[in-house]
């Protein structure tokens, strides 16, 4: 992959040095170029991007994405606050709860987010409050297996997300009985899938589903278009995707006998490549077995190495020629906390930077204070600038809610 000393201009090391480590840094122009793509592969149909909001939350982020024309798809009503905040208005916002209370939905509603419902019990309550007045998408499981990775997957069988697409007589029932004014069918498969083809399964789900329903203005593929972690990494081939599903999507339409919009929900495709995690090498230390590098941060930054055994690339930013060692990059915290397992780095001694790679989908908002440690600050790179769009945190921070009894 390709390893930055530099990015619009501005060196990393500079950064490191202004802002301290650790530091998430993102590239904005990368993000733009992202949501470019996805506009150029889907020029065909009417398209929405809802960006999911919770690959990476952070203000000036969203408001970058809203400037390049995506809309937002939250998961929680803080994720709508925060999009309301940065400039998206609630009608760009559609909201997707998972098994929330009905009191979360009322508030949804009254901000006027299109709200995504995922239970029979839900949808049931919906129409008996609202009845037809309220607009609203349903999220169909479409009981397929997609995605590498099992905890990453949410449209197979056995997911708690939406609802079966074999209760689709139930879900009329209701429609019926409350006359509900269903306007999208939305999915979503899961994430890091690569292949045009299961986007296009879960579409012709969607397809079948929507004949049912003569009000729809919309359909909702969902997210997890991938991107190449590695050099070796398959990643999602977007046009080949915008062709194939467009196609598809244009000729149900004339079934259908409207046109109506494709909605997608990328996350991960829109901030992953952009954003690099540096970190600082404060121990280099060798046993028996491993050459083990200890760096200024761990899984309370970057969980995915731990959570999913994702694989990041990382390497010294401080040294980039001659011989190369093999290390562990292990992060402070007191669990076992891999970053990054046995790579070949250029020889690392203490002080030097590493940087950690496709850090800015999932990064900063899986982050916590585990080991009372605090989260970094964030750094926005935009036309060769440099701008700082959160402060790392203080310890301050970790005692504000805190109420001291001392017994
Ligand atoms: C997380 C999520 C996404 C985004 O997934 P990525 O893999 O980041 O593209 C899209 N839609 C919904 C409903 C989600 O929960």
Known sequence: MHKPTHIQGVALEVLAKEFGTPLYLYDGEKIVQQIQALQTAFAAVPLRIKYATKALSSLSVLSLIRNAGAELDAVSLEEVKLGLLAGSTAAEIIYTPSGVSFAEIQEAVQIGVMVNVDSLPLLEKFGQTYGSTVPVCIRINPHILAGGNLKIS????????????????????????????????HLHTGSDIYDAAVFLKGGNVLFEAAMQFPDLRFLDFGGGFKVAYSSEDKATDIP??????????????????????LWIEPGKFLVSEAGYLLVQA????ETPTLNFVGVDSGLNHLIRP?????????????????????????GYICETDTLASQRQLHTVKEGDVLVIQNAGAYGFTMSSNYNARLRPAEVLLWKGK????????EFEDLIRNQELIQW
Do not use: W
């Open 154 to 185: 949410t449209g197979h069988k056995d997911s708690k997300f939406g609802i079966s697409i074999e209760q689709l007589p139930q879900i009329l029932e209701l429609v019926q009985q409350y006359q509900i004014s269903v306007v999208g069918l």
């Open 240 to 261: 080949e995707l915008g062709r194939i599903v467009s196609a598809a999507f244009q000729e149900f339409c004339k079934t259908y006998g409207r046109q109506l919009e």
């Open 282 to 285: 404060t121990v280099v230390k």
């Open 306 to 330: 731990m959570m999913y055994d994702a694989y990041h690339d990382i390497y010294n930013l401080s040294n980039r020629e001659g011989a190369t060692e093999n290390y562990t990059v292990v």
């Open 386 to 393: 440099a701008h700082l769009i959160r402060k790392r945190e």
